[in-house]
């Protein structure tokens, strides 16, 4: 079971950084591609209705899609 929890920390004030085990993953780093492979190879639960699916997924796609966008990386530096 995975759970969400979504928290502000003092020592991470940026939005949208993205956490593994309280601490930042580097962009473009190994780690960070692995972790987007599996969210998008990622399957649904149960407890996702199957009409519900399609529109998470597109907007799982769209936020994967940003973080491969130059954008992302200024965006990023800018916010530091």
């Known amino acids: 079971m995975q759970k969400v929890a979504l ?3 003092d020592y991470l004030p940026r939005p ?3 956490l593994l085990n309280r601490k930042e993953v580097e962009i473009r780093s190994d780690l960070e591609k692995e972790i987007l ?6 399957e649904w639960g149960n407890g996702v209705a ?17 973080t491969k966008k130059i954008h992302y990386i200024k965006l ?5």
């Open 7 to 9: 928290k502000r920390f």
């Open 16 to 18: 949208g950084s993205l």
């Open 37 to 42: 492979i599996a969210i998008q190879q990622a």
């Open 50 to 66: 199957h009409n519900e699916r399609y529109f998470l997924k597109r907007a799982i796609e769209e936020c994967i899609d940003f």
């Open 76 to 80: 990023a530096k800018s916010l530091r």
